[in-house]
């Protein structure tokens, strides 16, 4: 079974900093990229942030600057650090296995981030 559990979200003022994990269930997943996904209410779900086996990053033109995704195989997991935190990045974050650019397994839970004074 596959499992993919976020954590590391919160409330947050503007300007300020989180740092999101994404632990993932099967060691294989170390030769794939992984991504994070965010989704706010009324929104489709967006990709924000990618990163290869070989440690190519790409990301939303939106994060671009602020938000730093990196990887650790040995642990089995993923991390995303945003700095810089904006109202409009408040959202629900999930992580996957991405395959052509889209989640391949079945959503997490995801860890709510809230950006607010």
């Known amino acids: 079974q596959v499992q993919l559990v976020e954590s590391g979200g919160g409330l947050v003022q503007p300007g300020g900093s989180l740092r999101l994990s994404c632990a993932y269930s099967?060691?294989?997943?170390?030769?794939?990229?992984m991504g994070w996904y965010r989704q706010a209410p009324g929104n489709q779900r967006e990709s924000v942030a990618g990163i290869t086996p070989g440690g190519t990053t790409n990301y939303a033109d939106s994060v671009k600057g602020r938000f730093t995704i990196s990887r650790d195989s040995a642990k089995n997991m993923v991390y995303l650090q945003m700095n810089g935190l904006k109202t409009e990045d408040t959202a629900v974050y999930y992580c996957n296995v991405v395959v052509d650019g889209r989640g391949r397994f079945p959503w997490g839970q995801g860890t709510q981030v809230t950006v607010s004074l």
């Open positions: 099967r060691s294989i997943f170390r030769l794939h990229t």
